[in-house]
């Protein structure tokens, strides 16, 4: 079991910037991929960021990319998400996810075995 704690969400203007924080229980968090999922009122839970177990392999989703960073410090249990030129739309509650699959731009949500409770992010004008 892997538990999952989010950090770091809030409220921001738009073109502002936040950084999420997702702690892990688990020592060997290292053996697990972690991910970024976001969802916002009416929607479906949306990809946002994949990292691999070594912190290498990164994949981001296309409404993000180029303004988030997805990244992990193994040796703190913690997978880091670094947002950027925030906009209106990048209001959602995000979510951090593990995974034990290996490390494949893994998009859906039934991909990951483990979830955090969420973290509010809103954007405003």
């Known amino acids: 079991q892997v538990q999952l704690v989010e950090s770091g969400g809030g409220l921001v203007q738009a073109g502002g910037s936040l950084r999420l924080s997702c702690a892990a229980s688990?020592?060997?968090?290292?053996?697990?991929?972690g991910g970024w999922f976001r969802q916002a009122p009416g929607k479906e839970r949306e990809f946002v960021a994949e990292i691999g177990r070594n912190g290498i392999l990164k994949y981001y989703g296309d409404d993000v990319k180029g303004r988030f960073t997805i990244s992990r410090d193994n040796a703190k249990n913690t997978v880091y998400l670094q947002m950027n030129s925030l906009k209106l739309e990048d209001t959602a509650v995000y979510y951090c996810?593990?995974?034990?699959?290996?490390?494949?731009?893994?998009?859906?949500?039934?991909?990951?075995?483990?979830w955090g409770q969420g973290t509010q992010v809103t954007v405003s004008s």
């Open positions: 688990r020592r060997s968090f290292s053996d697990y991929l």
């Open positions: 996810a593990a995974s034990i699959r290996s490390a494949s731009r893994r998009t859906r949500p039934d991909e990951y075995d483990y």
